[in-house]
């Protein structure tokens, strides 16, 4: 999703790469919190304080991305190339704190339910 908001920005609407990063990467990042709280950690912890949490990791995320991914295509790296490969690196630290810092402890409070009598 992101790539696809990126490229159709960039490419098509014309607006500067910096934008179309942002604006790519919110979307995606929305889409993702929701899911990853539903799917992946299945969590039931209030959504308010997830919430404020993923922003700050997102907020430190986005500021790493656009600068990596921006440098890459400022030194000629083609700019979908460049997303993806800051991509890889993004995919590594949300996972990490996603799994301990937003969703943290989620998992372990479900084996504690399931494994009661």
Do not use: K
């Amino acid at each position: 999703m992101d790539l696809l908001i990126l490229t159709v920005l960039h490419q098509y609407v014309e607006l500067p790469y910096p934008v179309a990063v942002g604006i790519g990467y919110a979307a995606a990042f929305a889409l993702s919190f929701v899911l990853n709280r539903v799917l992946n950690f299945r969590s039931h912890a209030p959504v308010g304080s997830q919430t404020l949490v993923y922003l700050g990791v997102v907020a430190v995320n986005f500021a790493i991305l656009v600068g990596v991914s921006s440098w890459l295509e400022t030194i000629g790296v083609q700019y979908q190339v460049a997303r993806v490969a800051a991509g890889g690196c993004e995919a590594i630290f949300m996972y990490c704190a996603m799994r301990w810092v937003v969703f943290r402890g989620t998992g372990e409070r479900e084996r504690r339910v399931t494994a009661s009598p």
